[in-house]
């Protein structure tokens, strides 16, 4: 059974610093194509940011250059190194492995002074 477990996240004031990890488990240990998405109160799902099997990153306009999508020390294990973190910021994170459709179980990013 393919299982994404999510750790980090918090509450932090505008202007903090998060990290956010990720690990897949039941699943070969090689490249898959990992995202993280988050869900705003209110709002839609939504894409933050993704890498490709080849390591390749893209990012939401609104989170260019203050997230960093990473792989950590295994293949299936993906990080959101997140900055510069504004209260428009606050959501709920999900992790999310494209090849098998299963979603993390999410996490509160909550950034408010």
């Known amino acids: 059974q393919v299982q994404l477990v999510q750790s980090g996240g918090g509450s932090v004031q505008p202007g903090g610093s998060l990290r956010l990890s990720c690990t897949a488990s039941?699943?070969?240990?090689?490249?898959?194509?990992l995202a993280w998405y988050r869900q705003p109160p209110g709002k839609q799902r939504e894409l933050v940011a993704e890498i490709s099997i080849g390591g390749i990153t893209n990012y939401a306009d609104s989170v260019k250059g203050r997230f960093t999508i990473s792989r950590a020390n295994a293949q299936n294990t993906v990080s959101l190194q997140m900055i510069g973190l504004k209260p428009e910021d606050t959501a709920v994170y999900y992790c999310?492995?494209?090849?098998?459709?299963?979603w993390g179980q999410g996490t509160q990013v909550t950034v408010s002074s």
């Open positions: 999310f492995i494209r090849r098998y459709g299963v």
């Open positions: 039941g699943i070969p240990n090689v490249a898959n194509a």
